[in-house]
């Protein structure tokens, strides 16, 4: 423990965000960070509490309390007060592949299991891993390491996401020659083409990328796995295949005039918003997508809210999210007592630039969309909203969110962004390689093993265990890697 009456002293602080009205003239990130002496303030209030539920990364529940990743909280914090950042990020590098990553994106599973949490505000250990990292690039202390000696093994990795980045990153260090195929463009999964810039900088995933092909990792882009190249040609040509594809085949919704112009899925929405934010080097916002429409964003989660900001960003008249759930509480009810990741409203950034914007929260409860209506050419002009109420299933007495006869509402809309969810992985993919899947379509192993149906080939991040979170894909990738490394050498030392 750094500074036993750290918690008493200091109150939580966090970095400046820059406001609603100067955010969304352009895609930055707006989180700034505290002073490096004001965030030695804030790592002093970890109190070292003895049972650091904030590493522990424990499944209660079903939802994961603590860092999946187990990184050493508590001590990262200690040295962060004590102002030795090299050994702070020399300790961070210990679990973590990318924490310029999760110190953007990640909820902070470990804050919520803070103890001091309990009676307080939690610990900012979000923003010190930040502190760490940023310091650790910004003093030339971040490499790739490398090994002296090759092993002579070849492993291919589909997909260059946080998960196949994380596997690439350790299989490279043990001297294994690695290559990353990607189907898009540009590497970086859904930190790319998923988490919109002002989240996440793309010049963030791209300082990586150089320190790991600098390291040897190859990466082979505008290559479709199943489509390009034949799973039989990688199997051939590597010792090893790891998928790492991602969950990318999105839920739809199956109202009548679904054909309409105007509609699409969020994922490709905001793919292709960066990517011409990208291609124009970022003198081109591409307002044409956006800009005087009411739009609706179907699915109330973390996907629709970047689609809210996009929106906002791109000029929309109008943003609607609509969630078929009712809305939650505000306060944790005794049913989800800490240290259980606490199931409250949050109001993210887009919802919060809405508000400022349009003056109300976008979000629409109990909600969803029963027919798309379009004009003589076949674009979108108006939706067809329906309020939904809990129903139980007299068979399986379940409890379902069905219609409620005489609520339609018939609202201007001339662009629909679906961000519904994800089914799993893509049938192309899994057919190609010929490995099983469960029947949520996640590529099938043994429980918390890497291994496919299939010799030599292994699975990682959302394709193994279903749309997840960027730390989750990080610590897949780190676990992945281990297990291919066994299998080749016949032990592991990563
Ligand atoms: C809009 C959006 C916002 C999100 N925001 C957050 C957030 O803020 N915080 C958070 O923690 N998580 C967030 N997530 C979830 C997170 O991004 C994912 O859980 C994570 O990226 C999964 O990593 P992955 O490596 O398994 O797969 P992905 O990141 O999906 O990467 C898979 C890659 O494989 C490539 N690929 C697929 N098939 C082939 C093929 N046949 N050949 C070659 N390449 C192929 C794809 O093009 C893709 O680049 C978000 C997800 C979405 C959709
Ligand atoms: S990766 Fe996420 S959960 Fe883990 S310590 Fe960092 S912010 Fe917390």
């Known amino acids: 423990m750094g500074k036993t009456s750290g918690f008493l002293d200091y109150e939580r602080a966090d970095g400046n965000v820059i406001c609603e009205s100067e955010r969304v003239k352009n895609f930055w990130e707006f989180h700034e960070r505290l002073s490096l002496k004001a965030q030695q303030n804030q790592a002093a209030r970890c109190m070292d509490c003895g049972i650091p539920f904030c590493q522990s990364g424990t499944m209660i529940s079903g939802m994961a309390s603590g860092c999946p990743l187990h990184n050493l909280v508590p001590e990262m914090n200690e040295l962060v007060y004590r102002g030795n950042m090299e050994e702070a990020y020399k300790r961070l590098s210990i679990t973590h592949s990318f924490p310029e990553f999760t110190s953007r994106v990640c909820p902070a599973l470990c804050e919520a299991a803070c103890t001091c949490g309990l009676g307080d505000s939690p610990v900012s250990t979000k923003e010190n891993e930040k502190a760490v990292i940023e310091y650790a690039y910004e003093n030339g202390l971040v490499s790739e390491p490398t090994s002296a000696t090759g092993t002579g093994k070849k492993v291919a990795i589909v997909g260059s996401g946080p998960s196949g980045l994380a596997a690439a990153s350790l299989l490279n260090r043990r001297g294994h020659e690695v290559t990353v195929y990607e189907r898009s463009d540009r590497v970086g999964g859904l930190l790319r083409y998923g988490i919109p810039n002002m989240k996440l900088d793309k010049s963030v995933i791209d300082r990586r990328i150089k320190l790991m092909e600098d390291a040897g990792v190859k990466f082979v882009v505008n290559t479709n796995v199943g489509k390009d190249i034949k799973p039989a040609t990688l199997m051939k040509e590597y010792d090893s295949v790891i998928l790492a594809c991602g969950a990318s085949n999105p839920r739809d919704i199956n109202a009548p005039g679904r054909d309409a112009k105007g509609i699409f899925f969020a994922v490709d929405f905001l793919h292709q918003v960066t990517k011409r934010l990208l291609d124009s080097e970022f003198n081109e916002f591409p307002y044409d997508l956006a800009k005087d429409k009411d739009v609706i964003v179907i699915g109330g989660g973390d996907t629709g809210n970047d689609c809210v900001g996009s929106c906002i960003r791109l000029g929309a008249k109008s943003v609607t999210q609509l969630e078929m759930m009712p809305k939650p509480s505000e306060e944790r009810l005794p049913s989800n007592p800490w240290p259980e990741w606490p199931r409250v409203l949050k109001t993210d ?108 080939i292994y699975v990682t991040g959302d394709m193994h265990r279903g749309q997840s979170l960027v730390v989750w894909a990080i610590a897949e990738g780190r676990n992945v890697a281990k297990e291919v490394d066994e299998a080749l050498m016949g032990y592991t030392n990563l």
Do not use: H
Request: proline share 4%.
């Open 349 to 456: 950034y887009g919802q919060e630039e809405a508000i400022w914007k349009f003056g109300s929260d976008p979000r629409v409860y109990q909600t969803t969309v029963k027919e798309f209506k379009k004009d003589k050419k076949g674009n979108l002009k108006e939706v067809v909203l329906v309020s939904l109420k809990s129903e139980k299933d007299p068979k399986t007495g379940r409890f379902n969110m069905v219609p409620i006869e005489g609520s339609e509402k018939t609202v201007p809309c001339q662009l629909v962004l679906i961000a519904a969810g994800f089914l799993g992985s893509e049938k192309y993919v899994t057919d190609s390689f010929k490995v099983e899947v469960d029947a949520r379509t996640n590529v099938k192993t043994e429980k918390d093993k890497f291994k496919t149906s299939k010799d030599n």
